[in-house]
């Protein structure tokens, strides 16, 4: 079974920008869906943004404009670039890929992003 191993978080002052990492233990195949997700102290998890197989992406209508995602194939990599964070970005930031046609899903450990001065 695939593993997604998310990297890249850490503590950023407000303004500043981070980038995250999604690694999957190998090459995926077949329709999918990626996404990050985040959960922030006290608080249900919700999208962030998603990535298609084919790279059609969709974003979570309050962070369009600050946060973009992205892949690398040769990599088995997604990314999610995070610019002019602000405290309330501050959660565990966690991957997952979908199969679309079984409808499996697998989620990384996650990563926490801390947004303070």
């Known amino acids: 079974q695939v593993q997604l191993v998310e990297s890249g978080g850490g503590l950023v002052q407000p303004g500043g920008s981070l980038r995250l990492s999604c690694a999957a233990s190998?090459?995926?195949?077949?329709?999918?869906?990626m996404g990050w997700h985040r959960q922030a102290p006290g608080k249900e998890r919700e999208l962030v943004a998603t990535?298609?197989?084919?790279?059609?992406?969709n974003y979570a209508d309050s962070l369009k404009g600050r946060f973009t995602i992205s892949r690398d194939n040769a990599k088995n990599t997604v990314y999610l670039q995070m610019n002019s964070l602000k405290p309330e970005d501050t959660a565990v930031y966690y991957c997952?890929?979908?199969?679309?046609?079984?409808?499996?899903?697998?989620w990384g450990q996650g990563t926490l992003v801390t947004v303070s001065s």
């Open positions: 990535i298609t197989s084919i790279g059609s992406t």
């Open positions: 190998e090459r995926i195949f077949s329709r999918y869906v």
């Open positions: 997952n890929i979908r199969w679309v046609l079984t409808g499996v899903e697998v």
